[in-house]
């Protein structure tokens, strides 16, 4: 979700790239909260960090903790930014239940990644 707002609002004056510690796949109820908004993610896939690219990254953004901790290393050139979020690929409850924690998610998502643009 993080990689389909940021691609849609900061422009082409940034790279953006999303990647993970591990691959777990595209979440189908993060691909129909984005569509809700008008975003389209549906071809975004699970990718794993790839740490030339994240050594020339001016800033590296992490989402939950778990990332945080697991993220490898990078030069002190490289900003780091921690947004604690909940994974939402945890949620429980019924469907509807689980769509509103994605989409909880997916808007505190969406006004960081405006932050960011108006910090720029």
């Not at 979440?27 to 994240?54: C, F, Q, R, T």
């Not at 780091?80 to 979020?85: D, E, G, S, V, Y």
């Not at 909940?86 to 509807?96: I, L, Q, V, Y």
């Amino acid at each position: 979700m993080a990689e389909g707002f940021a691609q849609e609002l900061l422009g082409s004056n940034w790279r953006v790239a999303s990647a993970g510690v591990e691959r777990h796949g595209l979440n189908p109820n993060a691909v129909k909260v984005m569509a809700e908004v008008g975003v389209d993610i549906a071809d975004h896939h699970s990718k794993l960090i790839d740490l030339d690219y994240l050594n020339s990254s001016d800033l590296v953004v992490t989402l939950c903790g778990d990332a945080r901790d697991k993220c490898p290393m990078t030069p002190v050139s490289v900003e780091k930014q921690h947004w604690p979020l909940p994974d939402p690929a945890g949620a429980t409850g019924t469907e509807a239940e689980k769509l509103a924690v994605f989409r909880t998610v997916r808007d505190e998502i969406r006004e960081r990644v405006l932050a960011l643009r108006e910090a720029d």
